[in-house]
């Protein structure tokens, strides 16, 4: 399986403010869309809310940064290029490229820490989602 995974991002009138192009905000939440997009193709279809709740795996946030390159609006696709970037002993980095018609929109490094999900407590990566991630890490930048 590649290392980098493309979610494709409908982006509609409503996710718009008045200038025509995306709310600020909303490019953090596709990101973290395209991200759980990412789990779910690399663990038989569980993201965020099964870790969570059917594995005990927490993944909360503890760092996301963005650089915003060009604006997003509902005329194209919005492609998310996700891949991880690196993983710590209790940690996890992701990297995520939107392109919009072959544009740059934003790019953004978001790590987030594992965590016994019910005790809220740092853990290390269970051994599972280790053994998915490591073949799949591309420490560059360049998709």
Known sequence: MS????HEIRVSWGDCDPARIAYTGRLPAFALEAINGWWEAHLD?????????????GTPFVHLSMDFHAPVTPRHRLICSVWPQALGRTSITF??????????????RFV????????????PA??????VVE???RPDDAT
């Open 135 to 137: 073949p799949l890490l």
């Open 95 to 108: 990297r995520v490229q939107a392109h919009q018609n072959d544009v740059l929109c934003f790019s953004g």
């Open 126 to 131: 269970p051994p599972d989602i280790r053994a």
């Open 45 to 57: 279809g569980d993201g965020w809310y099964q870790l969570e709740l059917d594995r005990n795996t």
């Open 3 to 6: 290392a980098i995974y493309l």
């Open 112 to 123: 987030c820490v594992f965590t016994v999900a019910d005790k809220f407590v740092a853990q």
